[in-house]
């Protein structure tokens, strides 16, 4: 009944996604995270829903009348230039090819994501389906695990879907903690007052999700984001009764294990678990100093024998302590490491940039809506505000785990470009008027 349900339903949202790329696209991104193979155990789980609103989209943008303007950016430059850096990588990997030349194939796919993002959307509606593709997704999948958690009375720990990146308690807890903006900005433009109350229980189940998967990352995270939605709120006194009051529904519900865990983070030093985190980091350092153009290729310190080859060298970095690297090979536990390893320093040094020029172009947009147009009530000022709170979550959580080439992370990384775009063609009609009126008034 279920399978029936949902293959309806995804027939009927088809029909609307036909003339309507933007729509495609959601959903896309939406079938991408949701997972739904993880919700269905009957003949609908056996479809590809991903690669076929991926097709639609594509052949949707090629019959396009009337195509949304581009505008190439450094950001745009940056995430094609890594994307090729990669193939590159995979071509003169270090590791298994085929393995990693499958593990390139994913990472592309993602790419496209992002292209067409940036091609795609412009608009506010567009923003907003976008947006609301990631809390139907992630978000939901969140929002299932928070009832499930209260209804346990805090003896259910959460963690993501099988088969996926997410499944992993800690890398659903980044994600967790990057969709939680987002249905902020959902509720700051949300008119109709019962679906506002809707979406803030919506975020505190998330919140509470969170605090479920017992992720340390996690807490850092809502650390990040709480305090800076406190430090940028204008009313500090209302949103640290909020804080206060998710957080003491939080503590009643949280086992003793969860706080064990917790204060782990204070004695890093004596924690096996982290220490070898140190072991991996300085693995992945020395695959890049070996290889500092193309590095290692994706995931080539996780294949045994290749490990074992750079521990050898391991007293190079023998002034940063950590415990004996072992015969195993480890996931980096850091994107920033994990980039090293994969694709070498210049790699890296491509990552970084994406990175910074996604920071500025959203801090270009926060401080032009804010000084040009209307203000704080502009959707565009708040959508760049939430990203950034988002992105933010994503570069302090992800420094111990391996989720550089996370979905979420790069189709937002599309949203900034396309937003930024959207600025500049402001900027742009803003001048032209001007010049207008003063030409008018000579």
Known sequence: MRDIVFVTACLFMAFFAIRRPFIALSLWLWSGLFVPSHWLGGFGASFSYNTVFALMTMFGYLFLRHKPDFKVTGLFVCVILFCFHTLLT?????????????????????????????????????????????????????????????????????????????????????????????????????LNKLLKYILIAFAGLCVLSVLGTHSRGGLLGLIIIGGYFWLRSNNKVLSLVAICLVLSVALFYLPDSWFDRMNTIEQADQDSSFMHRVTSWKIHTLMAMEHPILGGGFKAAQYAHLWQLTAVNLDILSFIPSPEPGEKGLAAHSIYFQVIGDQGFVGFMIFASILALTYFQLSAVEKYYLHNKKGEHAWEHELAKMLKISFLAFCSAGAALSLAYLELFWALVGVTNGLYIHCLADKKSQTEVLVSDKCVTQ
């Open 90 to 190: 995979t071509q003169f990997t270090i590791a298994y090819f085929e393995l990693v030349w499958l593990e390139w194939v994913k990472f592309f796919k993602i790419i496209l994501t992002f292209v067409f993002v940036c091609l795609l959307v412009r608009k506010k509606a567009h923003f907003d389906m976008i947006i609301w593709a990631v809390v139907l997704s992630i978000g939901f999948y969140g929002c299932v695990e928070g009832l499930k958690f209260i209804a346990s009375l805090g003896g259910h720990k959460i963690a993501g879907p099988n088969r996926h990146l997410l499944s992993d308690n800690n890398h659903l807890a980044v994600a967790l903690c990057m969709v939680i903006p987002l249905v902020f900005y959902l509720i700051s433009q949300e």
